[in-house]
Structure formats: C-alpha cells, structure tokens
Nanobody
Framework: VQLQASGGGLVQAGGSLRLSCVASGMIFRINDMGWYLQTPGKQRELVAT???????SYADSVKGRFTISRDNAKNTVYLQLNSLKPEDTAVYYCNGNIDPTIVLRGINYWGKGTLVTVSS
C-alpha cells in the first residue's frame, strides 16, 4: 500500500491550496484517513481526520479554515486549505488506516508529505 500526497506549494497569506492523497496497492478497505503537519524541530501534529462515513474532526487552529473530505471510490482524501497564514507553513502528511486484506486489518500508512509554504 502506498499513499501519494500532492498539491503543496507556495502561496501568499490569505490564499488557498487543495491537497490530495491517493492510496494505491493492495487495499480491501480504507478506514479513517487524516492529515498531519510537521515543522522543523517539532513533532508531527494532527490537522484533521475523516472516518469512512464522512465524520470529520479538526485541530482548533484550523477549524473554519480547512476542510477535509474523501472520495471512497477513488481511495482519495483531500484537504482544502483556505485563509492560509504564515504559521500554516509545514510539511503536510496524509495518513490512512487501511485493511490490505479481509484478514490483515487496521494498518497505519503514511504518505511522504507535501510542503506548504505561506508567505506574508
């Protein structure tokens, strides 16, 4: 199983980006998916999660600005980033809790990350 994130880039403060993350490989079922961010010298921290049926949760710092969504048919999770701030600058990683087979279940996979840079 591989998760491939894309959509990062350089944007001015107040701008928007849309991140995508596609899961591929041996996949029986994708459970929760999420986005995390990491800045230099700090631990990876949760941004948003979404269950298979679409229930979402967000870090307080992004509520009202970021929106997580998913397309189960495409094995894809998205993160819409609006009203970006310089402090949102980070590498964003997608995460998926995946059942590769009907027997092998609940494995956590990470994408390689995509860099979001917000200039002031």
């Amino acid at each position: 199983v591989q998760l491939q994130a894309s959509g990062g880039g350089l944007v001015q403060a107040g701008g928007s980006l849309r991140l995508s993350c596609v899961a591929s490989g041996m996949i029986f079922r994708i459970n929760d998916m999420g986005w995390y961010l990491q800045t230099p010298g700090k631990q990876r921290e949760l941004v948003a999660t979404i269950t298979r049926d679409g229930t979402t949760s967000y870090a307080d710092s992004v509520k009202g600005r970021f929106t997580i969504s998913r397309d189960n048919a495409k094995n894809t999770v998205y993160l819409q980033l609006n009203s970006l701030k310089p402090e949102d600058t980070a590498v964003y990683y997608c995460n998926g809790n995946i059942d590769p087979t009907i027997v092998l279940r609940g494995i956590n996979y990470w994408g390689k990350g995509t860099l979001v840079t917000v200039s002031s």
